[in-house]
């Protein structure tokens, strides 16, 4: 059984939006801190959004202000509001879990399958 199951890429025109989700199994507590990250080609996988377990958020610079993360605890799904969506924003986009934020995409991190965003005209 998956971990962790990302849905909800696809493709949006410029200046669009996209919601992602990550349905998390039982594996995964509600203790975790979970997150986004994703992949652009050719470039270093880069973390994007973190929520801790304690309800506290870390977004990276390039996202800030465009993208929310969230989670619904009831099903233990972790969410990704994307807005203003810009071509460099395309890439494979992965959910992840951890203990610990500070361990986020470490050897310990479960992943999700990825999730494929296109954002052209």
């Known amino acids: 059984e998956k971990q962790l199951v990302e849905s909800g890429g696809g493709s949006v025109q410029p200046g669009g939006s996209l919601r992602l989700s990550c349905a998390a199994s039982?594996?995964?507590?509600?203790?975790?801190?979970m997150g986004w990250f994703r992949q652009r080609p050719g470039k270093e996988r880069e973390g994007l959004a973190f929520l801790a377990s304690d309800g506290s958020t870390q977004y990276a610079a390039s996202v800030r202000g465009r993208f929310a993360i969230s989670k619904d605890y009831a099903t233990n799904t972790l969410k990704l509001q994307m807005n203003e969506l810009a071509s460099y924003d395309s890439a494979m986009y992965y959910c992840a879990a951890a203990r610990e934020c500070v361990t986020l995409g470490a050897a310990s991190t479960a992943w999700g399958q990825g999730t494929q965003v296109t954002v052209s005209a």
């Open positions: 039982s594996y995964i507590r509600t203790t975790y801190c």
